[in-house]
């Protein structure tokens, strides 16, 4: 069974730091293109960074230089480090894994955690 657990969300002031974890079980992590996802009241869910098996990364623009995603592959864990956070980071954060094996295509989600930016 699939199962992806995010934890470290919570409240923060401006210009504060999360670390948020995803724990990954029920999947080959190795192989995995790992992701966090993010959703605000209103609006629809948006990409924030991955990273690929390779240890490759993409960020959004919006949180470039300032949020920094990591894996860790012995513990099947995935890491999103956010500094300097912004009110308009406030959000439900998903983690999110991709990945094939032979001809199958996989995509799960977590079930989220919030973060919240605010004085």
């Known amino acids: 069974q699939v199962q992806l657990v995010e934890s470290g969300g919570g409240l923060v002031q401006p210009g504060g730091s999360l670390r948020l974890s995803c724990a990954a079980s029920?999947?080959?992590?190795?192989?995995?293109?790992m992701g966090w996802y993010r959703q605000a009241p209103g609006k629809q869910r948006e990409l924030v960074a991955t990273?690929?098996?390779?240890?490759?990364?993409y960020y959004a623009d919006s949180v470039k230089g300032r949020f920094t995603i990591s894996r860790d592959n012995g513990n099947n864990r995935v890491y999103l480090q956010m500094t300097s956070l912004k009110p308009e980071d406030t959000a439900v954060y998903y983690c999110?894994?991709?990945?094939?094996?032979?001809?199958?295509?996989?995509?799960?989600w977590g079930q989220g955690t919030q973060v919240t930016v605010s004085s």
């Open positions: 999110n894994t991709k990945y094939k094996l032979f001809i199958q295509n996989y995509d799960y």
């Open positions: 029920g999947i080959p992590f190795s192989i995995t293109t």
């Open positions: 990273i690929a098996s390779g240890g490759s990364t």
